[in-house]
């Protein structure tokens, strides 16, 4: 059964930093991976999708890079800022399309 | 602009009594989807349907009802028989392509406290 792990589950840094935040998955048999940013008490908006076939993806700022025979993702954010400050979820494709869900890193930017 | 809009944002219900969730999407997608969130829970998917008057049980499908009676409505149903139901229900919609799928689009969500 494919679990989806985010490690930490919460991480607060100076604004202008460089970060990466994780996410881990047991089964490599996935369609894509996708990052997620909510904000409080919101719904989610889509960041970034890698497809299976893909080691990485840019939008901006972030990047996302995606190991399938290792399981891992990490999405990178340069230069943080303070609006930068949210929960980020990965969720990964199953074979039948649903997605896996991990259960997020809550990301703080102290000015 | 097209987008998912849930409504009311804000739901209270005493227990025992049934409620209705509703989603509506101008975005022209086949699929959508309902999910629940719990603090420190990933999204977990309660229905879900690709196409107008079909729809597939999720992961926690008991004690939620839907319908998909038109392509831009998926309203949720939470029942007396749901155990635990005070949670933040998202709904989500996109495209599903063959052999892969696009990106999801979320509404703001509804946050149910049931008393």
């Known amino acids: 059964k494919q679990e989806v792990t985010q490690i930490p589950a919460a991480l607060s840094v100076p604004e202008g930093e460089n970060l990466v935040l994780n996410c881990s998955f047991t089964d490599s048999a996935i369609y894509n991976l996708q990052w997620f940013r909510q904000d409080p008490g919101k719904g989610l908006t889509s960041l970034l999708l890698?497809?299976?076939s893909q080691r990485e993806q840019t939008s901006g700022r972030l990047n996302a890079s995606l190991d399938k025979s290792s399981g891992r993702s990490t999405l990178y954010i340069a230069a943080s800022q303070p609006g930068d400050s949210a929960t980020y979820l990965c969720?990964?494709?199953?074979?039948?399309?649903?997605?896996?869900w991990g259960a997020g890193t809550k990301l703080i930017i102290k000015p | 602009d097209g987008g998912i809009t849930q409504s009311p944002k804000y739901l209270f219900r005493k227990e025992g009594q049934n409620v209705t969730l509703s989603c509506e999407q101008n975005?022209?997608?086949?699929?959508m989807y309902w999910y629940r969130q719990d603090p420190g829970q990933g999204l977990r998917l309660i229905y879900y349907s690709q196409i107008v008057n079909d729809f597939q049980k999720g992961d926690i499908a008991e004690g939620y009802s839907v319908s998909r009676e038109k392509k831009e409505s998926f309203p949720l149903t939470v029942t007396s028989a749901q155990k635990n139901p005070t949670a933040f229900y998202l709904c989500?919609?996109?495209?599903?392509?063959?052999?892969?799928?696009?990106?999801?689009?979320f509404g703001n969500g509804t946050r149910l406290t049931v008393t």
């Open positions: 890698i497809q299976s």
């Open positions: 989500a919609s996109n495209i599903v392509w063959t052999g892969d799928n696009s990106p999801l689009h």
């Open positions: 975005l022209n997608h086949d699929a």
């Open positions: 969720a990964v494709s199953a074979p039948n399309y649903q997605l896996i």
